[in-house]
C-alpha cells in the first residue's frame, strides 16, 4: 500500500486555501467545448479511461482538502489511496423537448454557464479530490456538426459536449486546466475502443510525487538588484470601484458567469493589428475595456487592472504539468488618462490612441516587472497562515484597489490523430473562476483554439457590479474588435 503524503500546497496553496475557507473565493474551471460521432456511451467508457490515465500522470490530481491542519492553522492537502468516479466525474444530459433543428448553440451555452456557476459558488469537501471533471452532453447541434460521418445506418452526427476541469485553486493555475484537457484530448486519442473499459474506484498503487511546489524552484531571498531595477512600489491610488468589501449574508454568495464568443476572422484581424501596432492581445483588451469603463463609469477616479502572468519560465516547469507557478502584476490608469479619453469621440482615431497607448504601457509595465523579478517580492511577502487570515479578515469594511482582472490562458489545439478512427474534436475553449469577494470587480479570462474561436469569459460576484454592464462591456468588446474587419 502506497504512504499516503500531504501538502499546504506551499505559499500559493496558503493564498488560496485560507481564501477559499473564509468564503472569498472558490475555485477555477478550463472547460473544452468538443464534437464528436461516438454514441453516449462509447464516449463515456473512453473518457473514464482517459481520466485515469490523466491522474497516473499528474500527482497533483491526487490530492484533497483533508480535515488536518498544520501549526499555522492552514488547511493541509492529503494524497488518496483510492478514488471513486463519483466523487470525479459528473455526467449531466442537455435534454430539450424542442427538435433538434431548434436547439441553438446559445441554448447549450447557457446550460454550461449555468452549471459552471453551480460549481464555482460550491465550496469544496473535506475528504473529496479537489477537482472535479463536469461533462455535458448535448443534442445533435447544426452548428457544430458538420456532414455526417460516413458509415452506413449506424452513423452518427457530430455531437456536443463540453469537459469542464473545475479545481482548487490551490493546486493549479490557468495554464494546468489547458495541461488537463490536453493530457484528455492526447489519452483519448490513443486509447481503443476495446481498451477503454475500466474500474471503479480507481486504486493509487503508485507511488504519488509531492507537489511541484513555486518556492521551491525559485530563490525568494532578495536579489541583489540596482536602483533603477527596483520594481516599483504600489500606489494607494483611488480605483474604481470604491464599494466597501463585506461577505454576503448568509449563503447569498452566487458567481456569475457571462460568455461572448469573438469569430475565427475577427480573432484573425485583432491579432494582425496588434502586432502592426507592438501591443499584445491582452494589452488590447485592457485598452478597450478602459475606454469602455471610462465611458460607463462617469465617478471613476481611476482603475487598477491586474494580469497573472506564468512563472514557469523562471520555475523550469513544463507547460504540461499540473501545478500553481504564477504571479501578477498590477497596472494604474489614473484620472486625468480617463478625462482625456471622455473627451474623444466614440470610434474615433483619438480614441485608438489611448487604447494602444494603455496597451503600451501595459507592456512596459510588464516588462519592468519581469526584469526587476517582482514576482519574487510578491511571493516572499506573502505572511504566514495566521497572519494572512489576519489581514484577510482585516479588509472587510474596507474599500477594494483593484477595479478588474484579464487573463489570458493562450491557445488550445487538437492532436494529432491517433489510432482513433472517431476522434474528438476540441471546438471551443473557455477559462471561468469563481467571483472574487475582496478583489477586483470582474474578471476577464480569454481562450482560443487555433484556427477557431476566442472566448471571453466575464466572471465576478453576484451584487459587486450590475448583469446590464457586464453584459454590454461583452458586446462593446465583440464590436469593437470586429470594427477592425470593417475598417470602421
Partial sequence: MTEQKTSTFGICGRMFTIAHDLGYYRSVAVTGIYSSSLWKVDLEKKLDASVQATIREHPALCYGLS?????????????????????????????SEASSEEISESAADNVLRERLEKAHTSFWPVGKPAWRMIVIHHPTESSLSGEAVQGGSEALEERRFDIAFVFHHAIA???????????????FSLISDASSDVKWPLVIDWDVSPPNLVEERIDL???????????????????????????????????????????????????????????????????????????????????????PYSLRQFTKTSAHDIA???????????????????????????????????????????????????????????????????????????????????????????????????????????????GSVTGHAFSVNCASVRGGPLTLSITWSNGVVEDQLIKSLSLYLNQAMGRLSTGE
Avoid at 489581514?391 to 491557445?411: H, M
Fill in 67 to 95: 480535515n488536518q491542519t498544520n501549526d499555522d492553522g492552514q488547511t493541509i492537502f492529503a494524497s488518496f489511496k483510492e478514488v471513486y468516479r463519483d466523487d470525479l466525474i459528473e455526467s449531466i444530459d442537455h435534454s
Fill in 324 to 434: 500553481f507557478h504564477a504571479a501578477s502584476m498590477a497596472m494604474y490608469v489614473p484620472e486625468s488618462d480617463i478625462v482625456a479619453i471622455r473627451k474623444t469621440q466614440p470610434q474615433s482615431s483619438e480614441e485608438m490612441e489611448h487604447v494602444i497607448k494603455i496597451a503600451r504601457g501595459f507592456s512596459a509595465s510588464m516588462a519592468r516587472d519581469m526584469a526587476a523579478s517582482a514576482y519574487i517580492d510578491e511571493l516572499r511577502e506573502v505572511p504566514d497562515a495566521i497572519e494572512f487570515r489576519k489581514s484577510a479578515l482585516g479588509i472587510l469594511g474596507k474599500r477594494r484597489t483593484k477595479s478588474y482582472e484579464i487573463s489570458n490562458l493562450g491557445v488550445g489545439q487538437n492532436p494529432s490523430t491517433g489510432p482513433d478512427a472517431k476522434p474528438m474534436v476540441l471546438r471551443r475553449l473557455m477559462m471561468t473562476q469563481s
Fill in 173 to 187: 493555475d490557468g495554464l494546468s486546466g489547458l495541461a488537463f484537457q490536453n493530457t484528455i484530448m492526447k489519452h
Fill in 221 to 307: 531571498k532578495n536579489p541583489q538588484r540596482s536602483e533603477s531595477e527596483q520594481p516599483p512600489t504600489p500606489g494607494n491610488q483611488p480605483a474604481w470601484p470604491g464599494d466597501v468589501i463585506s461577505l454576503p449574508p448568509g449563503d447569498g454568495y452566487r458567481s456569475r458567469v457571462h460568455m461572448g464568443i469573438v469569430p475565427p476572422e475577427t480573432l484573425s484581424l485583432s491579432l494582425k493589428f496588434c502586432k502592426s501596432q507592438g501591443i499584445t492581445l491582452t494589452g488590447y483588451l485592457h485598452g478597450l475595456i478602459c475606454v469602455f469603463l471610462s465611458r460607463e463609469i462617469t465617478e471613476a477616479p481611476g482603475f487598477r487592472l491586474v494580469t
